[in-house]
């Protein structure tokens, strides 16, 4: 079946430090959506990208579509504690059936 | 505006007994899906509906049965449950987003 590789698994950064994490499909992508999951909840959506090269900004956070729209990547700046969570993506392959990446698991020490 | 729901929240089931999630929405949204996830996981897609009266196999359908008799509503129903299907179980539907529901705990003993 299709598959979506996500890495790292874990990352822990000092508060301060940049983090990124990133989702590589070996099949050209439709779209791909960026959530978040913070221990014991449930995943909330953070962005969705579309285009081959795009690039979205949310505050510190920045996501990018490769131009062969086969890999993405999340990146966040100077991290905060409020950031702690697992940040899983989502991809599509023929619109509205996902697969989820394994998640990033992202610990920040204060 | 609700959201999405699911009942219960948590469950115990021993081996081999049935019980059905419940996931409702009240977005009026026409796609539903049903996923589990387990620890150090990613979540896997077992069924969705593309609308009111349809559903389909996604990753991992085996052991697991749906229906989407009404817009609002898609049931999951597991007919005898294993130890294997212990998980965390999401309801989400979507428009442009999937919009998720705060899951159901199952632990099959």
């Known amino acids: 079946g299709q598959q979506v590789m996500q890495i790292p698994q874990y990352q822990h950064v000092q508060e301060g430090e940049d983090f990124t994490t990133y989702c590589n499909s070996s099949t050209t992508l439709s779209n791909i959506q960026w959530y978040k999951q913070r221990p014991g909840g449930h995943p909330v959506f953070l962005i969705q990208l579309v285009k081959s090269g795009e690039v979205k900004k949310q505050k510190r956070l920045t996501f990018q579509f490769g131009e062969a729209k086969k890999n993405s990547s999340l990146h966040i700046t100077a991290t905060q504690t409020t950031d702690v969570g697992t940040y899983f993506c989502?991809?599509?392959?023929?619109?509205?059936?996902?697969?989820f990446g394994s998640g990033t698991k992202l610990n920040v020490k204060p | 505006n609700a959201g999405v729901t699911q009942t219960p929240k948590f469950r115990v089931l021993k081996t081999g007994q049935s019980m059905t999630l419940l996931c409702a929405q009240d977005?009026?949204?026409?796609?539903m899906y049903w996923y589990r996830q387990d620890p150090g996981m990613g979540l896997r897609l077992i069924h969705y509906?593309?609308?009111?009266?349809?559903?389909a196999k996604g990753e991992v359908p085996d052991g697991y049965n749906v229906s989407r008799l009404k817009k609002q509503n898609f049931l999951l129903g597991l007919e005898s449950a294993a130890p294997s299907q212990t998980s965390v179980y999401f309801c989400?539907?979507?428009?442009?987003?999937?919009?998720f529901g705060p899951g159901t705990r199952l632990t099959v003993l």
């Open positions: 977005m009026n949204h026409e796609y």
């Open positions: 509906s593309v609308g009111e009266g349809t559903t």
């Open positions: 989400a539907s979507l428009t442009d987003t999937q919009y």
């Open positions: 989502a991809v599509t392959y023929n619109f509205n059936k996902f697969y």
